[in-house]
């Protein structure tokens, strides 16, 4: 066949029939229709080259698609295919920077992109830009991509729609609300992809009730608006708003889609929802969504948060493939809901698996070992991850070591551990080793842990509070009273608590004294008659 075709072969010119030039060549056709790996493409790029074809532009840009824009390509292929066509024209100039603005390395799409404006005859179209705006988008040089900006102005392609949505998209995705802000108020005419574009950078940047508000104002939603909407809730700690949307999600029979779902089940877990998230569950199942690693993690996450461990067990086991945040939820949520030595053992079958465990992974063996007192494991754990699996220990790793000992009274060993620590103490550690302190009534590491806790904030409450209790407890009341009387001077008072419950799938945030709850007359009066029973 190799033979035939390079005899019979004429060179098309580029702007021929690109359908008939490919159907009239076996080799190109091969390409367009049984190519399916790097493999087969190196095979019949091979016979391209033996047969001359390659020199085809057509034939060499054809070549270059596959390599640059196919999710089994590769762009390190694509850019050596590209040096070797002498006159790249247009397509193959747009086709290889798209390929690298949706790789790891963006920043060759805009070298590439500089190389076409000083060493090429052929000009950027309107294809081009999308994808350079996407690259600096990846890169967050927003600032840099006002140049280019610039220039399709100058063209008057401003106002073209893919253009227009890749810039908004660029600006949000750095940050530049307000360069987003006017783009988007020059014409309202934007498509659903730029509403959505605005609905995500407004969230990510905090302005959640601004992203509502578009939200609300949009003519046309689509799947992508109402998960952008939900996990902006999500992000910004809006749980409670997040499935409210979502109900009114399903009374509008918008099918979600697996981000959506994982979002809510993270509201789910951020709320301790257990019913809530029981139902998400529920409905992947009925509606056969895909149970791959990031579902799956999020379920587990949701049960191991909401305190349903056997549950969170069942999913993780029943799983076949596990991802290793996976593994990291269902060993955290072991170690938090008293299954200490359950936890310890996943752990053990995370070292034997062909996973290697991360920072987050002994984060959570060491909490194992905290709640039950195992000093002994956690030292093994901590000079483990270090020795074996080169992980340097964070302040993290560092603060479950010395609330571990603390925990255990080893108080004289977790001073010394601060004190040799590589970064300064934060005030998580210095709190915690205070608190330890107090319990054990040692007053002098305790005025130095408080100390250390009041360089961070001499207004926090909970260092004069702890101290005005040891003082208290070793019979100095004196200097007890001291304490509490800086604080009444200074206004310094405890920050209340917050509990939440579960009612009928609604949860339910309480904060100590707080008068916010839409039934709080009934509340109080039904406490006051269980205190004053008539």
Known sequence: MASCLCSSFNPVPSTSNLYKFISDNPYLTLLETKCNSMKDLQKIHAQLIKTGLVKDTIAASRVL??????????????????????????????????????????????????????????????????????????????????QPHARIVKLGLEFDAFIRNSLLYMYVNCGFIGHAWRLFGEDGNFEVVAWNSMIMGLAKCGEIYDSRRLFDEMPVRNTVSWNSMISGYVRNGKWSEALSLFSKMQEEKIRPSEFTLVSLLNACSCLGSLRQGEWIHDYIIRNNIEMNVIVVTAIVDMYCKSGSIDMATEVFEASPVKSLSCWNSMIFGLAVNGCEEKAIELFSRLLSSNLKPDDVSFIGVLTACNHSGMVDKAKYYFSLMRESYEIEPSIKHYGCMVDILARAEFIKEAGELIECMPMSPDAIIWGSFLSACRRCGNMEMAQW???????????DASSHILMSNLYAATGQFGKAMQERIFMKNKKIEKQPGCSMIEVNGEVHEFVAGGRLHPQVTEIYALLDNLRFPT
């Open 65 to 146: 698609s596959f390599c640059a824009t196919s999710p089994v390509g590769d762009i390190n292929y694509a850019h050596q295919v590209f040096d070797q066509m002498p006159h790249p024209n247009l397509f193959s100039w747009n086709t290889i920077i798209r390929g690298f603005s949706q790789g790891s390395t963006p920043q060759i799409a805009i070298s590439l992109f500089i190389d076409m404006l000083v060493t090429s005859s052929v000009e950027p179209n309107r294809l081009t830009y999308p994808s350079l705006f996407k690259a600096y988008a990846q890169l967050g040089l927003a600032h840099e991509g006002a």
């Open 449 to 459: 842990a408080a100390h250390h806790l009041k360089e961070f904030d001499v207004d």
